[in-house]
């Protein structure tokens, strides 16, 4: 266990319905991640927050994605109108100033 | 575009060999480099963090760095049944703000 919680573990969807996951970083992380993993890929950069503020997102986060860090403490990721490409383990991590990264348990997405 | 190359595997290895995992990356100026394993339908956890060219021992693993050849592996003595899983490599391709860029992954079998 690295500190870092994420909720749910586990999500079935429908497409088109509205998802939103949490992560809690370790408490003194002022750095937190989103990634993105497929079946037999490595996990992929979503976007970054520092404190509450969001200061990169990848071109992989469409209009559908948005994600918040309110009071720079625990991180929300929404997707709106799922779709099935949108099934996959999404990953948050978060880093104290330091470069590594110590990553949540996932929340596993199933869009139907 | 950044990208970190690895041999998807699998590799199979007898119990108390050694593994030897490597890792291509194309951005020379990379500075950090990672080694994360991640066992099946579980999220990264991170073996080992390297900056500087050689090697970086930590128990039966060894991180060795080339930065003249973008080249970073990983090895594993006295392999264990225990250590199968895939291994990701991942550099730190973002700058200051430290996103990660992984590679697929490479799977590991340690037959006992």
């Known amino acids: 266990d690295t500190g870092v919680s994420q909720d749910p573990r586990h999500k079935i969807t429908k497409r088109g319905q509205n998802v939103t996951f949490r992560c809690d970083p370790i408490?003194?992380?002022?750095?937190l991640y989103w990634y993105r993993q497929t079946l037999g890929q490595g996990p992929e950069f979503l976007t970054y927050f520092q404190n509450e503020a969001q200061l990169e997102k990848s071109r992989l986060l469409s209009d559908r994605f948005s994600a918040e860090r309110p009071k720079g403490s625990f991180s929300t990721l929404e997707i709106q109108r799922t779709e099935q490409g949108d099934s996959a383990m999404y990953l948050c991590?978060?880093?104290?100033?330091?470069?590594?990264?110590?990553f949540g348990p996932g929340t596993r997405l199933l869009v139907l | 575009q950044k990208e970190v190359e690895q041999n998807s595997g699998p590799l199979s290895v007898p119990e108390g060999a050694i593994a030897s995992l490597n890792c291509t990356y194309s951005d020379r100026v990379s500075q950090s480099f990672f080694w994360y394993r991640q066992y099946s339908g579980k999220s990264p956890e991170l073996i080992m963090s390297i900056y500087s060219n050689g090697d970086k021992e930590d128990g039966r693993f060894t991180a060795q760095l080339n930065k003249a050849s973008q080249y970073v592996s990983l090895l594993i003595r006295d392999s264990q049944p225990s250590d199968s899983a895939t291994y990701l490599c991942a550099e730190n391709s973002g700058g200051s703000n430290y996103k990660l860029t992984f590679g697929k992954g490479t799977l590991l079998t340690v037959n006992p």
């Open positions: 408490s003194e992380h002022n750095r």
């Open positions: 991590a978060s880093t104290g100033g330091r470069e590594t990264q110590y």
